[in-house]
Every structure is written in structure tokens, then in C-alpha cells.
């Protein structure tokens, strides 16, 4: 499909250069000395040999099985506590709050950018009950508090405002398919 893009084709031949670029250079050669120096270091090493046979002796051990058991048993208990809240959430006052929050994209935008900005409301009115009236903390508030307030006003339009936009416009034009242009 985007076979014919020029900018799909060049961005798929940058890895390809990248690991040729690789396979020649300085760095290759110095990391495969460093792992030669650490495989000589670890030859005859019993510790090495714990983790590097395939007969792995740390799989057969009694700290293994146990291990292994208490993971099983924390699952079945995470399983069996998952069955009981869904058995109970229905009918549950908080579960119908945070259903009807998040009932979608929309829903979920808008209750994110009210929580930023009661947050950042909540950053500004304490350090100014503190005396702190030209901190940092001010300054990212009041950072937070406008960042939630454009997302709010702008959350209806936004495609609009996207489509209008000449910057959005040119982005969306280098990746569409060249057809002999």
C-alpha cells in the first residue's frame, strides 16, 4: 500500500543502513573483546556453569520447587479474589462512578483533564497558603492548570482545529502514498 511513498521507502532503508553501519565500526569491535575477556574470565567458573548448562541444577533444586509453589499459590489467590470482586462489583455505587467516568474516549479525556486541574488548583491554593507566591511548584501549576483548561475548551473541536492546522496539514501530507507526483 505505501510501497509507492518515497518517505515510507526511505525510512525503511535507514535500519538496514544502521546495522551495516554496525557491522563495520569501532564499537562492535571493542563490546565482542569485552565479552571475549568476560567468556575467558568465566571459563571453568562453577557459578557460570549454574546458568549455562542446559540441565540447569537451580531448576531441579528444593529452593526452585518451593518457589515455584509459592508463586502457584499467590496466582490461585489472586484468581479466586478476582472471581469475588466481579461477583460483587454489580450493583456497587463506585464501580457505576468509575464506569460512567471512563464509558469511553471522550468520557475518559474529560475526566483526566478535570482531575489536572483540580490538581493543579489543589498545588497553587496550598503553597499559597504556605507564602510561597513565586516558586516553582506556582509556575508548574499554573502550567497544569492551563494545559487542562485548553484541553477542556478544545476537547469538542479538536478535529476541527487539527484540520485547520497548516503544520497538521504538511505532516499529513509527507506520509501520504506518492502516486507518480
Aim: charged letters at 25%; a positive charge.
Amino acid at each position: 500500500m505505501y510501497d509507492n511513498s518515497i518517505v515510507v521507502s526511505l525510512l525503511k532503508k535507514i535500519p538496514y543502513k544502521f546495522k551495516k553501519a554496525y557491522q563495520c565500526s569501532l564499537i562492535k569491535k571493542i563490546l565482542a573483546e569485552i565479552v571475549e575477556s568476560f567468556k575467558y574470565l568465566g571459563k571453568g567458573s562453577s557459578f557460570l556453569k549454574i546458568f549455562v548448562v542446559n540441565n540447569n541444577i537451580f531448576e531441579k533444586s528444593l529452593f526452585y520447587k518451593i518457589y515455584c509453589k509459592v508463586l502457584d499459590f499467590a496466582y490461585e489467590m489472586i484468581e479466586k479474589l478476582r472471581t469475588i470482586v466481579i461477583k460483587g462489583k454489580k450493583g456497587s455505587v463506585i464501580n457505576e462512578m468509575v464506569s460512567k467516568l471512563f464509558k469511553d474516549k471522550k468520557e475518559a479525556k474529560n475526566t483526566f483533564y478535570l482531575f489536572f486541574l483540580f490538581f493543579g488548583l489543589t498545588i497553587l491554593t496550598l503553597n499559597l497558603f504556605k507564602g510561597e507566591i513565586l516558586g516553582r511548584d506556582i509556575i508548574i501549576s499554573f502550567f497544569i492548570i492551563i494545559m487542562s483548561l485548553i484541553g477542556i475548551f478544545i476537547k469538542n473541536n479538536r478535529e476541527g482545529v487539527f484540520n485547520g492546522s497548516l503544520l497538521f496539514k504538511f505532516i499529513k501530507n509527507i506520509f501520504l502514498v506518492d502516486e507518480g507526483r
